[in-house]
């Protein structure tokens, strides 16, 4: 078992800055990678970052390449998705999901069902 908790949601104007933080617990040697992902209303959970286990690989959807980072520190077990230029769009609740099966690599990395483990969310809303 992996838990996952985020933080560092909230309400930012156009432009600026957010970063969230998911913290995993439990079995994390299991893991082999990590996602962002999020969901607006009336929307389906849509891919955001990811990276593997190591660090070494990091992936993002065209939507928020260049202004978002994602990385991890292994010693605090942490995930980070540091957000600049943020925009209305990317409104959403944001969760972080781990891979302990090795199912979310390549082309599978974006889709949410190749992820085992599931924070509960963090709301970032970014006004206009």
Do not use: H
């Amino acid at each position: 078992q992996v838990q996952l908790v985020e933080s560092g949601g909230g309400l930012v104007q156009a432009g600026g800055s957010l970063r969230l933080s998911c913290a995993a617990s439990g079995r994390t040697f299991n893991i082999y990678a990590m996602g962002w992902f999020r969901q607006a209303p009336g929307k389906e959970r849509e891919f955001v970052a990811a990276i593997t286990w190591s660090g070494l690989s990091t992936y993002y959807a065209d939507s928020v390449k260049g202004r978002f980072t994602i990385s991890r520190d292994n010693d605090k077990n942490t995930l980070y998705l540091q957000m600049n230029s943020l925009k209305p769009n990317d409104t959403a609740v944001y969760y972080c999901a781990a891979d302990v099966r090795g199912t979310a690599v390549g082309g599978r990395r974006t889709n949410p069902r190749n992820y085992d483990y599931w924070g509960q969310g963090t709301q970032v809303t970014v006004s206009s």
